[in-house]
């Protein structure tokens, strides 16, 4: 099996990325798929397109994806405040929980996610890189499943974002030491976001930020070994093989059972 990951730069800023895992004979269409995408991504043309591909010589992890709870609100505050709620349920401290909120609102987006223990204090490394989960992927039989299950919503125009979020959700799930993460796209318009655990699976705010507003992830760990935290995140391949399930919620408390 391989990776093949796209990254695409405009005026020396990240405009976007994405990656599959394929075999080889696919590693052709992969590679154009990526090109065609970061060649139309709405945060602008790229003047920089890489493209790697690497053979993946550790065994891959085949893991059923988090379930998708959809819960939709009125407007990003109303979003902002659940999912609050939400983290302080799944045992995140208020002080981390409003550090992590203003970082993304102060536009301290990166490309890879902000990593926060459970004082508040941010881990990675390198703080403008972030931490980068990367080599994952959904077969498309589990592909297939989510689309069909988004379509009765009416939400087929989102599947792009919320295939590759609930992939990487799901990864950052299952490595040892993750409690909860939180994450809204830093694509303009696209202001959905989630707060995705093991414990409750990704929960998905229909509006999280208001249109412009910046965005990223934050991954909030407990009892973890940093170094192989990392490690896991960005170099265990991941493939999805089985999509959980969607359900739609009116009601917080149905997922807490609060
Ligand atoms: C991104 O695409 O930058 C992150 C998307 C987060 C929300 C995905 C969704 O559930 O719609």
């Known amino acids: 099996m391989y990776s093949v990951r796209m990254r695409a730069t405009g005026d020396n800023r990240h405009i976007s990325g994405a990656e599959r895992l394929v075999e080889e004979e696919d590693i052709e269409t992969a590679a154009q798929s990526l090109i065609r995408r970061a060649l139309s991504h709405e945060r602008g043309k790229p003047d920089s397109i890489n493209i ?17 709870t959809l819960f939709h609100v009125g407007n990003a505050d109303a979003g902002k405040r659940a999912a ?56 498309k039989h589990a592909s297939d499943e989510l689309a069909y299950s988004l379509a009765t919503k ?15 959700a799901t990864k950052v799930a299952s490595v040892k030491g993750s409690v909860a993460e939180l ?25 999280l930020k208001h249109e412009g507003d910046s965005g990223g992830r934050v991954f909030f760990v407990d009892d973890m070994n940093l170094p192989d935290y990392i490690d896991e995140m960005e170099k265990t391949a991941v493939l999805i093989d089985r999509f959980k399930g969607l359900r ?8 807490t059972g609060e």
């Open 154 to 168: 009416r939400m087929s125009s989102c599947y792009d974002h919320i295939s590759e979020a609930l992939v990487l």
């Open 52 to 68: 790697s591909v690497e053979a993946i010589k550790s065994p891959v992890k085949y893991l059923v994806s988090l379930p998708v």
């Open 248 to 255: 739609e919620i009116t009601d917080l408390d149905d997922i």
């Open 84 to 139: 609050k709620r939400l983290l302080t349920y799944l045992g995140i401290p208020g002080l981390c929980i409003e550090k992590a909120f203003s970082l993304l609102e102060d536009g301290e987006s990166m490309r890879g996610a902000i990593l926060m223990d459970m004082q508040g204090e941010r881990l990675e490394p390198d703080k403008q890189r972030g931490i980068r989960a990367s080599r994952m992927d959904i077969t």
């Open 183 to 207: 994450c809204w796209s830093d694509d303009p318009f696209y202001t959905a976001g989630y707060v995705a655990s093991k414990k409750l699976g990704y929960v998905r705010f229909s509006q």
